[in-house]
């Protein structure tokens, strides 16, 4: 059995709970990327691989500050090696709130996410290899 759809990885803002990889649908699955969220989604783009998926409204509902995000997206994202280029940075007060989703892109929200990310994120190997083609979808 072959399933379509592509890996992902789930960062949540409590940094207590660990990371972790799943499967999305091909054609993605709005409900479920919106559960993960926990509300409507938004699309940030800062490198040009991948997508992360955040909640719309989550500095407004007050959702806590997703810092493992954050700090990538200040430190290590293409769009901060471009803004450090040009003597800029992220103003200090540009946080990410509540939990994300990271997606790889291919043109579209539409493939596996980049090898580097599980490191960036302390995804372990072992959870990489349970997720072959007939992984399990995330869940939550």
Request: aromatic share 8%; net charge negative.
């Amino acid at each position: 059995m072959t399933v379509k759809g592509h890996r992902a990885i789930v960062i949540p803002a409590d940094p207590a709970v660990p990371c972790r990889a799943g499967w999305i649908p091909a054609g993605g699955n709005l409900e479920l990327l919106q559960r993960l969220v926990g509300g409507d989604i938004e699309v940030a783009r800062y490198d040009p691989d991948a997508y992360f998926l955040v909640n719309e409204t989550g500095a407004i509902e007050g959702l806590p500050v997703n810092e493992r995000v954050t700090r990538y997206v200040h430190e290590h994202s293409n769009r901060a090696a471009q803004l450090r280029e040009r003597g800029r940075r992220f103003p200090p007060d540009y946080l990410i709130h509540g939990d994300a989703v990271l997606v790889g892109t291919n043109g579209g929200m539409d493939a596996d996410v980049p090898q580097r990310f599980y490191d960036t994120f302390a995804v372990p190997i072992r959870r990489i290899e349970e997720l072959g083609p007939a992984g399990p979808a995330i869940e939550q």
